[in-house]
């Protein structure tokens, strides 16, 4: 099933970004910078997802896991990953940015509708709030994340009691 992204066949200039489980479909404009690993500060009494913090330009931003936030289960940050530093898209109190672990670098795609298939996938909205759609690029499956889904869990766990 093919469906339009632009009725004008614009380009979309997306992150194609390697989890270690599938690959995630990223506007270029959502990302802030990728940086290389460094040991996450452990917060005490969180999710599995809320793997720390980390220190980036002088701010002090959460390190989450969009698998583990997916329910695929965590992998932890080790030497030689990299973090994917994302803008936030909705308020930004008090985490303007958030980063999540990537398996290598993210490769940059300027795309247009005809370049992605979408795909139907019934776990899309139902069971998987966090999945916005599933595309096949260039062969590869990778999922368009809802990432207001996403900093609206983030922002619900960091208002929460401790």
């Known amino acids: 099933m093919t469906r339009k992204v632009d009725q004008d066949n614009k380009q979309l200039s997306v992150m194609f970004v390697p989890l270690g489980w599938s690959h995630l ?19 005490e009494n ?18 989450i896991s969009f698998e583990g936030m997916s329910g695929k289960g965590v992998s932890a940050a080790a030497p030689g990953t990299l973090y994917l530093v994302i803008n ?3 308020e930004s109190d008090p985490y303007p940015f958030y980063a999540i672990p990537v398996k290598s670098v993210p490769r940059n795609l300027r795309l247009v509708a005809d370049d992605l298939n979408w795909k139907k996938d ?3 909205k139902e069971g998987q709030p966090l999945r916005e759609a599933v595309v096949t690029v260039d062969g590869q499956e990778a999922l368009i994340p809802n990432l207001i889904g996403l900093e609206s869990m983030l922002t619900e766990y960091m208002r929460s009691p401790a």
């Open 25 to 43: 479909l990223v506007p270029c404009s959502a990302i802030a910078e990728l940086i290389a690993f460094q040991e996450p500060v452990g917060v």
């Open 46 to 63: 969180t999710p599995d997802w809320f793997l720390g913090e980390i220190n980036w330009r002088d701010n002090v931003i959460p390190l």
């Open 88 to 90: 936030r898209l909705t």
């Open 122 to 124: 019934q776990n899309v």
